[in-house]
């Protein structure tokens, strides 16, 4: 697959808008640093970070796998907020497609991103949270690649 998001080491800027449940939009920026060793593994870092609202950073640490056909990924991941996650993804054409599920929790809380290559340089990424059957929070933001 022809992508440079997650594919690839690098450094990503995030800016975008996150809403919660019964609550207004507000804007969102933040850091992305992914890593990959030679055996297909990656980590990805994200710190997000809530300019015009009163809500504490989150914090994104994954670990996970390309899977030898390149196009299937699984993943853990520590949440600040939600805790041990863990998911899987689909490499798609023109998308990179992510679910997951918070292990150990009582919301049942699940969730879902998609990330849609716009240029090598430049992704748009649109995902939510559902606790149960109802959604909680959703993040549409722009990913654009950091210089060196």
Known sequence: MDHTFLLESGRWKLEGTYTERKAEPTPVTGRTLITWTKDDWFTMATKL???????PEQTFTYKGRLDPDERRFSFVLQHSAMGKIEGEGWVAPASIIQRYWVMDDQQ???GFQT???QT???YHLCSA???????I?????VLT????
């Open 137 to 141: 929070s959703n993040m549409e933001a």
């Open 108 to 110: 049942l809380r699940t």
């Open 49 to 55: 970070t809530f300019p015009e609202a009163n809500f």
């Open 129 to 135: 949270v559902v606790a149960g059957t109802s959604f």
């Open 145 to 148: 690649r950091a210089s060196g």
């Open 120 to 122: 090598d340089d430049c």
């Open 115 to 117: 990330t849609y290559k």
